[in-house]
């Protein structure tokens, strides 16, 4: 889970690079405030005004409405904009935005945890339907990414708080397979047992342990 992060910024570089596109952002929306989406991922081309904060509804809410009902957001000039877009064409003038393609983050049915956004600054282009159905396998691959780092993290807090609960009660740990005939104990076991050196293999420990308890 420490690597996601870093690859998934250079597989943004590397689109960018090869689609010449100016910017590409991974937004996720916000756990703790809703109506807030947050940059977790980017690249950029180039210096230039950037969306460096996250971006409340206020700046952007037609496309919060199209990106919370799973709509793919294709804009090759922003006079293409609908008229209900009216202050989200005024963000994307703010950064200089010329076209935009914004898919939406989701796995099945579930609602959209975020949105990737590619966008062109010095010239306006198309978004043909072969390199849109290219860029959502991409998105694809990144939210399985997101899903299972956020997945494996909350297992390793987990067993964080667990291990330092352990120590602090002065808790020992095993684990037995009965088919596998495998016993796993802790370095606390070993400690509270007295289990010899010779006797951690296998079955040993628990052996040992049914051997020296009392009547």
């Known amino acids: 889970p420490d690597e996601v992060d870093r690859e998934i910024e250079a597989a943004l570089r590397r689109i960018c690079e090869l689609l010449e596109i100016d910017f590409a952002v991974l937004w996720q929306w916000s756990v703790e ?8 991922h980017s690249y950029f081309a180039q210096d230039g005004p ?14 919060r409405e199209e990106m919370l009902a799973g709509r793919i957001i294709l804009v090759r000039a922003l ?11 005024e963000t994307c003038r703010l950064y200089g935005v010329q076209s935009v393609l914004c898919l939406p983050l989701a796995l099945g049915g579930e609602p959209p945890v975020g949105a990737l ?14 390199l849109v159905n290219w860029l959502q396998l991409v ?7 997101l899903v299972r ?7 390793q807090e987990s067993a ?10 002065g808790l020992a740990f095993y684990e037995v397979d009965l088919e596998a005939r ?21 079955f040993e420990p628990l052996e040992f342990w049914l051997e020296n308890l009392h009547p």
């Open 33 to 40: 405030a809703p109506e807030v989406i947050a940059p977790t």
């Open 50 to 63: 950037r969306p460096s904060e996250p971006m409340s509804q206020e700046q952007y809410p037609w496309a």
């Open 79 to 89: 006079q293409d904009l609908p008229a209900a877009a009216s202050v989200d064409r």
């Open 117 to 130: 956004g590619f966008n062109c600054l010095q010239k306006r282009r198309d978004w043909p339907e072969e």
């Open 139 to 145: 998105a694809q691959l990144f939210i399985y990414a």
């Open 149 to 155: 780092q956020r997945h494996e993290l909350n297992i």
């Open 160 to 169: 964080a708080r667990l291990q330092a609960g352990a120590d602090l009660a």
């Open 182 to 202: 495998v016993a796993r104990v802790d370095n606390r076991f070993r400690q509270i047992c007295g289990l010899p050196v010779e006797r951690e293999l296998g």
